[in-house]
């Protein structure tokens, strides 16, 4: 089937999906082995209709399009996904921001990035800070298994691990601690597209907060000198009653693309 043909009939059958037409070309682009421009300049390029009816059929179910083409763009690096991990998304990028700052002012040489998932933090770390020496975690096999693809596919060493938070990280010496853990409530009612995601990279708890607040514990157990941590939009004031009664730390909190606070940092200054 030719693009202009799939785009058409992308827009048609997927009316509800804005973003269809630009779908089919990552679509063609990933089954053509053409850059996106290339595919621009060549609309009459060919793929196997069926390919195109797949894509189709399963956006139609809201299956999220990067479990489609098993690709995620994250800081401007191409990661493998797929429904064993989370789908990396934009404002995980400003973690990561954060994180690159804090570890150029602390000179930091090992960070221990826990709740993983497809790896995209510490992928992403090792790939900008190359000389960092970065451990990766999580609590589900399946998403170190797809961490692992990715650092392959970047070509960078990272040391992997299976572990309930803190539960298997016996070294105590890590500069850094990064973590965008699980944090929507147990109850809340997501939409269907969301739902393809593993049902433990989404719920936090009870609260949505636990699995948080377990972390801020184990970093102020534990070694580390600088914390960077993911929260939903809703946790602030949660995150800041815990930090505002502690001594000798410097901390902030990161605002995401819509305005809400979504992350914070603490640098303990002893
Ligand atoms: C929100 S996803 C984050 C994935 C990735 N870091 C990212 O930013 O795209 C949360 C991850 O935490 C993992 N997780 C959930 N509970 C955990 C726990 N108790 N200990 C370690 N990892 C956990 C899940 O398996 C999932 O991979």
């Known amino acids: 089937m030719k693009l202009k043909e799939a785009q058409k009939k992308a827009k048609l059958e997927l009316s509800h999906i804005e973003t269809a037409a630009k779908e089919c070309l990552w679509l063609y682009a990933k089954h053509s ?6 595919l621009i300049a060549d609309d009459e390029i060919e793929i196997d209709g069926a390919v195109v009816e797949d894509f189709l059929a399963k956006r139609k179910q809201n299956m999220p399009f990067e479990y489609i083409v098993n690709e995620a763009g994250f800081y401007g690096y191409d990661f493998f996904v797929d429904a064993r991990c989370l789908i990396p998304r934009p404002e995980t990028e400003l973690l990561v921001d954060r994180a690159l700052e804090i570890a150029k002012e ?3 040489t090992s960070l221990l990035d826990i709740c993983t998932g497809s790896g995209a933090i510490a992928c992403t770390l090792k790939k900008e800070l190359p000389d960092l020496s970065v451990t990766a975690s999580d609590i589900s096999e399946d998403a170190l298994s797809v961490a692992r693809i990715n650092a392959e596919k970047l070509n960078i060493d990272i040391n992997f691990l299976l572990s309930d938070l803190f539960v298997n990280i016996k070294d105590d010496s890590f500069d850094i601690l990064t973590a965008n853990p699980p944090y929507i409530q147990n109850s809340y009612k997501l939409d269907t597209n969301v739902l393809y995601e593993p049902h433990n990279a989404l719920f936090g708890g009870e609260n949505g907060a636990e699995i948080v607040e377990a972390a801020i514990n184990g970093f102020f157990e534990r070694g580390f000198k600088a914390f960077v941590c993911e929260v939903g ?11 505002e009664k502690l001594k000798n730390i410097r901390y902030g909190f990161y605002k995401d693309y819509a305005e809400f606070d979504r992350g914070f940092w603490i640098i303990k200054e002893y």
Do not use: H, P, T
């Open 33 to 38: 082995g053409k850059s996106k421009v290339a």
């Open 233 to 243: 939009f809703d946790q602030r004031e949660r995150v800041l009653a815990r930090l």
């Open 106 to 108: 602390l000179n930091a």
